[in-house]
């Protein structure tokens, strides 16, 4: 199972179920990308929690995440797209980095800098693994 693609399924779910708040375990790279919604007013903000797990006092990290709507109650993740998968990694150099709806949306990349936008990443002259699209 890809863990990038649950989460961002989670947050999908989330959205349209019109929760407030979304849990998933955590890692380092899904901590990078809510950060980065975060920063680019995706979401309203984000913290590691720690949770219960199977067994009897054993503690799990976890990230709670806190959705962002509009005046109507529409979300603001119109959409979330996972490009590189396990089974297809898609890489791009950094003359390749996609546009994401002409620029309303963002690409996150993995690069030897860190985790950047597709903006960054250009700016930055480095390419690297697309990890998923958001606008």
Known sequence: MDPIADMLTRMRNSAMAGHDKMICPSSKVKK????????????????????????????LKAIEVSLRYDDDHKSILRGLKRVSKPSRRYYVGADNIPRVRNGLGIAILTTNKG??????????????EVLCYIW
């Open 115 to 128: 985790l950047l936008t597709d903006k960054e990443a250009r700016d930055a002259s480095v390419g690297g």
């Open 32 to 59: 990078g990308i809510v950060t980065i919604l975060e920063r680019e007013g995706f979401i309203a903000n984000w913290q590691e929690i720690e949770t219960a797990g199977n067994r009897k006092g054993t503690v």
